[in-house]
């Protein structure tokens, strides 16, 4: 045939990335942005906003501003991603990862639930290929600057980029799991976020409850 090059093509990655196009409410309480009841208050560093512990307690969303979509990330928690009751329960029959209720200050659980990513123990991206990325998505900042040491917990944060700027390494995101999260950690000041992967037919699940609050987004894994 002509044209045919007789190379196979590669099957589309098995993750995908999700970007939200806005994130509605506010978590609660606003001076720790709902760090607080999610990590204690000693369970995320003051100076980076970088969580020192495991998530054990509940997104707590301000009750007045509560979102009403079927799937959504709220201000400032980037990395966080919240699904109704009725779609939590379709996706917990489907997918293997778990959840958590969000909550309301005065009355509790909400009714939606926080998925929970599984943070693999692998980097995900070759650190010259993402400070690379970096430089190129930040060039407001010298050639030099792809992130920074916390003066109080000593660790390191990348500056923001998303899942789609920078390769990602297939051996880190082996997983039984359908919602990864990675253990770089980016953002800038006191926002501190992880990137997250979904399984192709979880990300769809959801961009296709929520449409016009989503896009799907395609990694390279290699």
Not at 26 to 32: G, L, M, Q
Not at 86 to 113: I, N, Y
Not at 150 to 171: H, S
Request: hydrophobic share 40%.
């Amino acid at each position: 045939m002509a044209g045919d090059t007789g190379v196979v093509p590669k099957p589309p990655p098995d993750w995908v990335a999700l970007t939200p196009r806005f994130t509605p409410g506010w978590p609660w309480p606003e001076d720790s942005y709902g760090l607080d009841p999610m990590y204690g208050e000693d369970g995320w560093c003051q100076g980076c906003g970088m969580p020192l512990v495991e998530q054990t307690g509940p997104l707590f969303m301000q009750g007045s501003k509560f979102p009403r979509a079927e799937v959504w990330t709220p201000s400032w928690l980037f990395d966080v991603v919240c699904v109704s009751a009725q779609l939590a329960t379709s996706v917990a029959e489907r997918f293997a990862l778990d959840f958590k209720e969000v909550h309301k200050p005065r009355t509790g659980p909400a009714g939606a639930m926080q998925m929970l990513p599984t943070r693999t123990s692998e980097p995900w991206h070759r650190p010259d290929e993402l400070a690379q990325a970096i430089r190129a998505r930040h060039s407001e900042f010298s050639d030099a600057t792809t992130g920074s040491t916390c003066p109080l917990c000593g660790r390191w944060k990348w500056l923001p980029i998303g899942e789609q700027d920078a390769p990602v390494k297939a051996a880190s995101v082996m997983s039984a799991n359908d919602l990864i999260a990675s253990p770089e950690v980016f953002g800038s000041g006191l926002s501190s976020f992880r990137h997250l992967l979904f399984r192709r037919p979880l990300g769809e699940i959801l961009v296709s409850a929520s449409p016009r609050n989503w896009d799907l987004v395609e990694v390279v894994i290699d």
